[in-house]
């Protein structure tokens, strides 16, 4: 072999090292710089302002509703935003909170504060339940005309009355149920405005209804006539309004009634009453004037139009002559 061949082989030997070796280096770099960058998005943590949990509501509340626990909820809250009248977690149990009554509407998710809500055992606490235009009337139960005490407040109920009926004669008595009134709204059991889940039944001795101003009159009168009972309604009625005008819809009038003979076939229907029939009489004309004279003696004068007796004609007068006769 030739002495230039073995130069020009050499040589590109080192140019084909000298590549490989500076293309290595460039690669080494980039890589490092890569990894470099990586480093310092990882080290950089993204700044989260710290957060508070933050009482608010869980659905919808509105004006006079009790505040029930699934109406409530923890939420987590910024504390750059948050206000001073805010309820924070661990400073107050949401306990605090269930059964008060809201002054106004609600929205789910909004913040609760003290200012919103009447807590219960305050003063105004039962004038904040009422909707406007609505009276409190408590009425006497017992276990049995309660449900046993599965009747809580915020509940609606039909109001029954059973007393005794008087029949026409005198001599007989029969007892009837009716409805008074339906789909009123229990606002306290005795002196209890809320439950708490798992609370066993307790069979109080009156219940609070919100009433109209004249179905409370109905109802007090109901209490002395005879023996009230609250009979229970579903909350999955399809006669029920929804939402809020479910919530805040008023008691309605009863519309039905049943009677003891109803119940019993061995118990005779309660006699209706009779009208009175009017006497039989006979009218007698005395000229102008009629007169309505009864069966039983007794006359009741009926003035009539008075008749117009036709007015003579004018004329001149004479005098008729008979033959046979003095003049």
């Known amino acids: 072999m030739s002495s230039k061949r073995m130069v020009f082989l050499l040589l590109a030997v080192i140019v084909a090292g000298a590549t ?5 280096a460039w690669l080494q770099s980039e890589r490092a710089a890569l990894l470099a960058q990586a480093g310092v998005q990882r080290e950089v943590a993204p700044i ?37 009248t805010y309820i924070i977690e661990g400073k107050r149990p949401m306990s605090d909170f269930v059964g008060a009554v809201a002054r106004g509407s609600i929205a789910p998710g909004e913040p609760i504060t003290e200012g919103k ?96 101003p004249k179905q409370s009159e109905i109802v007090t009168l109901a209490v002395k006539m005879g023996d009230l009972s609250l009979v229970l309604r579903s909350l999955q009625d399809p006669d029920e309004k929804p939402d809020e005008a479910a919530e805040n819809a008023p008691a309605e009038p009863g519309d039905s009634f049943t009677h003891d003979s109803q ?44 008749e117009e007796k036709p007015e003579r004609p004018k004329g001149t007068p004479f005098t ?8």
Do not use: C
């Open 263 to 306: 119940v019993s076939r061995l118990i005779k229907p309660l006699p209706t009453a009779v009208p009175p029939e009017e006497p039989r009489g006979v009218f007698v004309l005395r000229g102008s004037t009629r007169v309505k004279q009864d069966l039983d003696g007794t006359t009741a004068s009926e003035s009539g139009p008075k």
């Open 20 to 24: 490989a070796f500076m293309a290595r």
């Open 117 to 212: 809500l009447v807590l219960a055992g305050t003063r105004g606490f039962m004038a904040a339940v009422l909707q406007p235009g609505t009276r409190a009337v408590s009425v006497p139960i017992t276990a049995t005309s309660a449900v046993s005490g599965f009747i809580y407040a915020g509940d609606r109920v039909d109001v029954l009355l059973t007393h005794v009926l008087q029949s026409v004669k005198g001599n007989e008595q029969h007892t009837a149920t009716e409805t008074v009134l339906r789909n009123a709204r229990v606002i306290a059991m005795d002196q209890r405005l809320d439950f708490s889940p798992g609370d066993k039944p307790d069979v109080g001795k009156t219940a609070t209804l919100e009433l109209t």
């Open 48 to 84: 989260v302002a710290p957060t508070l949990q933050v009482l608010v509501a869980r659905n919808a509340v509105h004006t006079g509703q009790i505040v029930k626990p699934d109406d409530l909820r923890w939420q987590s809250w910024p504390e750059g935003s948050m206000a001073p």
């Open 320 to 327: 008729r002559t008979i033959p046979g006769e003095k003049q």
